[in-house]
Structure formats: structure tokens, C-alpha cells
């Protein structure tokens, strides 16, 4: 059973990666079945119904959940969930993140554990489950598992989609003391107490968590990988200008600046360079306007999974904007297998030796800057352009793609599963 929160017609990264291990698993003689949360309670940032469609052969309950995070969209003019980010622009967001860190531990989904973990107790008792899996963020749903564990004789595996107390918004709000303490042991319990851990990033993170605990724990990592089959349905369609395409959560909290640096040294605008900026997903407005002034901009908001595939194999430069204080531990986009997938040369902002870095050299025509590498960005996007402007520009696919496709990664989680 597959304890997630956060399960279509939920969109993005986190719903993608249980949706289509759960597509999978049953190649590998596991069938799975889903507990998460009825979308009418939900607290969701983003729809993808054809996600939901996806999903709809797979077993799943949905139970009632009592959601403070509603309320936030009430007092907001655009009405939007927070997505990766935590707020912090008014006087008014502070008091909202100082109220939602301070006071619901871990996390303000919290309010969905108790029914979740009575449903999850029939479920096992009804149908003999003998596994259990639990997916953060939200990091709270593991608090689902640690329970299920202490009363039943099911193995249970953890997944950190995301680090919990290493997450980089915590370190720009005030917590009182006792509270990360409290946090801290939460994370611990369930360090300690799940038969294994896996995370989307590897040995960096994986001893921050070792060296946490006192217990042997096994640590794995699966990465977001990509679907073969979707990609495959996708032609790849490029436009007579130079496409640069993003795609994903671009905030103040991302190091975007110094591509909006090194494009306003080209200024494709003002030179005539025939050169445009696709983005699409959760992007504050105020960025978009930042880049407009330098390069026709243009945002198309949240996409559906098809969608995005498409604008992406549409690209000729696709551009991954890392969070800042992220270097310890690394965090990789769920989006960057995928961008690999695509054949498309791909610019990395991350700070260097991270394993985003690794994994962009799979692809010989991409290369990673870090925030402070102007000159080295700007040289990189004008020879992208001249060799599309010479009609050079050509698709290279890595030749070990299909490692990190998603049948394969669900292989290897089925190999874990059967491990523990």
C-alpha cells in the first residue's frame, strides 16, 4: 500500500513519481494500492486531469482530511496553495508562515493523519497487506507510517521526495527552538523505524541522515525518472526561433538571477536576435516581467504532463534553475531526467560537484554554471544560438537514457522492496 498525499488529479513531479511506480509495479509482481487524500478536501496546487486518467486502473481510497492550508487561499487574491515555497513577501505572509511553521509539525497537512491511518488499518487488516510506502513532502504522511508500523508487522518504506529538516525555505523563518527540537525527533522516529529510506538524491544526503540516527538504516536512491511511452507518443516539434523553454517552480527562491543576468548582457530584444522564452508551471509574475523587458517572455502557466513533455521537446536550450542553499544536501528537479530524455542541450544553475552536475554530463552538450559564472553563461547561450542559426542544431538523446526510465527505476524499487 502506497500512502501518499499528494495522487492525481494532483499535478507535478511528486504526483508523477508514485503515479507511474504505481503504473509498473505490478510488472513486478506487486500490486499496488493507494491511500491518499478525496481531492474535495485536499489542499492541491495544481490539477492534471489527464494524470487522473492515468491512474484511474489503479486500486485507491480517498479519505476526509482537515486542511488550515484551505484557509491560506482565502485570504489570498490569486487563491493559489504554496507550492516548494513558503511565502514570505507581506507583512501578512510572514505572519502565515510563522503560524504554519510554528504550529502544525511538520507540516499543515497534518490534519490528514488520522483518517488516513484509520483507513490504512482496515486496508491491511482487509486486504493482509504486507508493505507499506510513504512519500514526503508532505513530510507528515510518514508520521502515517511510523503508527501503522508500531501496531502492525508490515515493512514499511519511507521516501524522501524531498530533505525535511535540510529543506532551504526552513532556514529564512523564525521557528522557536523547542519546535525544531520536536521536528528533529519526529524525523529521527522515522529514520529509525522504517525498514528502509529512499531518497531522490544520493551519498551526500544519505550520510546528513546517517549521522542523525544511532541505528544501522538502509538508504537507497531512485531517481524521477522519465516515461518512455509518453515520450515516445511526443514528436518533437521545433519553432523557427530559438527556443529556450522552462519548465517547473520558478520563485525568489531559485538562482535565477544570474541567467537573467547573462540574457539581459545579450539582449535578444534590443540586438534582434530571434531568440524567445518559454516557460511554464508555477512562475512568479514578477519574473516573468523581469525577463520581458530583455526577451520576448512568455508564460503559459501550469501544463498538463503531455503538455509539458511536448513544450519541452519543442526547446532548443531548456534552462534548470537549482534552489539556493541547497548544496547540502543536493536537490535535483523532478523534471531533469526528463529534460535529458528530450535530446534538447541543457543549462544547469547549481553550484558545482552537485549530483544535478553529475547528471547533466550524460548529455555532451550541456554543461552546468553556478551563480557566479556571467561570462561562462553567456558564452554558452551564444553558441547555442549560432549553431541553430547555421541550422547545425541537432537532438542527441544520451545513450544511457533508458537506465532512468521509469519501468526500470520501478524494477529497481520492486528490488528493494523484496530486499527489506
Same mark, same amino acid.
Given at each position: =500500500? ?8 494532483? /499535478? ?6 508514485? =503515479? ?23 489542499? *492541491?496546487?495544481?490539477?492534471?486531469? $489527464? ?23 482565502? +485570504? ?18 510572514? +505572519?502565515?508562515?510563522? $503560524? ?8 499543515? #497537512?497534518? /490534519? ?17 497487506? @504486507? ?34 529538516? &535540510? ?12 519546535? @525544531? ?23 551526500? *544526503? ?6 542523525? $540516527?544511532?541505528? %544501522?538504516?538502509?538508504?537507497?536512491? $531512485?531517481?524521477? !525518472?522519465?516515461?518512455?511511452? &509518453? ?16 519548465? !517547473? ?7 535565477? &538571477? ?12 534590443? %540586438?534582434?536576435?530571434?531568440?524567445? +522564452? ?42 534548470? +534553475?537549482?534552489?539556493? !542553499?541547497?548544496?547540502?544536501?543536493? =536537490? ?10 528530450? !535530446? ?8 558545482? %560537484? ?25 558564452? *554558452? ?9 547555421? /541550422?547545425?542544431?541537432? &537532438? @542527441? ?8 526510465? #521509469? ?14
Amino acid at each position: =500500500m502506497i500512502i501518499t498525499y499528494y495522487w492525481p488529479p494532483a /499535478g507535478g513531479s511528486g504526483v508523477q513519481r508514485w =503515479m507511474y511506480f504505481s503504473k509498473y509495479l505490478s510488472q513486478f509482481n506487486f500490486q499496488p494500492i493507494i491511500l491518499s487524500v478525496n481531492p474535495s478536501y485536499a489542499s *492541491y496546487s495544481s490539477i492534471d486531469k $489527464i494524470l487522473e486518467n492515468e491512474a484511474s486502473n489503479i486500486e485507491s481510497y480517498k479519505t476526509f482530511s482537515l486542511e488550515p492550508l484551505k484557509f491560506y487561499s482565502l +485570504f489570498k487574491s490569486n487563491r493559489i496553495i504554496p507550492q516548494s515555497v513558503i511565502p514570505k513577501k507581506t507583512l501578512f505572509d510572514n +505572519f502565515l508562515a510563522f $503560524i504554519r511553521l510554528n504550529f502544525f509539525i511538520p507540516d499543515a #497537512r497534518i /490534519g490528514w493523519n488520522p483518517f488516513a491511518l484509520k483507513k490504512a488499518l482496515k486496508i491491511i487488516r482487509d486486504q493482509k497487506i @504486507k508493505y507499506i510506502i510513504t512519500t514526503g513532502p508532505p513530510h507528515s504522511t510518514h508520521l502515517i507510517g511510523l503508527k501503522v508500523k508500531n501496531i502492525t508487522e508490515v515493512k514499511w518504506l519511507a521516501d524522501f521526495r524531498d530533505p525535511w529538516q &535540510e529543506i532551504f525555505y526552513l532556514k529564512n523563518f523564525f521557528r522557536f527552538n523547542y519546535i @525544531k527540537k520536536l521536528d528533529l525527533r519526529l524525523e529521527k522516529k522515522v529514520l529509525s523505524s522504517a525498514n528502509a529510506i529512499i531518497t531522490t538524491v544520493g551519498e551526500k *544526503y544519505h550520510n546528513i541522515l546517517k549521522n542523525k $540516527i544511532l541505528v %544501522n538504516q538502509n538508504f537507497f536512491s $531512485i531517481y524521477n !525518472g522519465y516515461d518512455k511511452k &509518453e515520450f515516445d507518443k511526443v514528436k518533437s516539434t521545433r519553432p523557427d526561433y530559438f527556443n529556450i523553454v522552462f519548465t !517547473g517552480v520558478l520563485s525568489e527562491n531559485n538562482n535565477y &538571477e544570474i541567467f537573467l543576468k547573462a540574457i539581459k548582457t545579450l539582449d535578444p530584444i534590443k %540586438n534582434n536576435l530571434n531568440i524567445k +522564452f518559454n516557460l511554464a508551471g508555477n512562475v512568479e509574475k514578477d519574473i516573468i516581467d523581469s525577463f520581458s523587458n530583455f526577451v520576448k517572455t512568455k508564460s503559459a502557466g501550469y501544463l498538463s504532463h503531455n503538455e509539458a513533455i511536448s513544450l519541452m521537446k519543442s526547446s532548443h536550450l531548456l534552462v534548470n +534553475f537549482n534552489y539556493h !542553499g541547497t548544496n547540502k544536501p543536493d =536537490m535535483i528537479s523532478g523534471k531533469l531526467i526528463e529534460y535529458l530524455a528530450t !535530446g534538447s542541450p541543457i543549462i544547469n544553475i547549481s553550484h558545482t %560537484n552537485s549530483e544535478s552536475e553529475s547528471l547533466i554530463s550524460l548529455s555532451e552538450d550541456s554543461v552546468t554554471a553556478s551563480q557566479h559564472d556571467l561570462d561562462k553563461i553567456v558564452s *554558452y547561450i551564444s553558441k547555442r544560438y549560432i549553431n541553430w542559426f547555421k /541550422g547545425e542544431f541537432k &537532438e @542527441k538523446i544520451p545513450n544511457n537514457i533508458d537506465e532512468y526510465s #521509469r519501468l526500470n527505476l520501478t524494477k529497481r524499487l520492486a528490488s528493494i522492496l523484496r530486499e527489506i
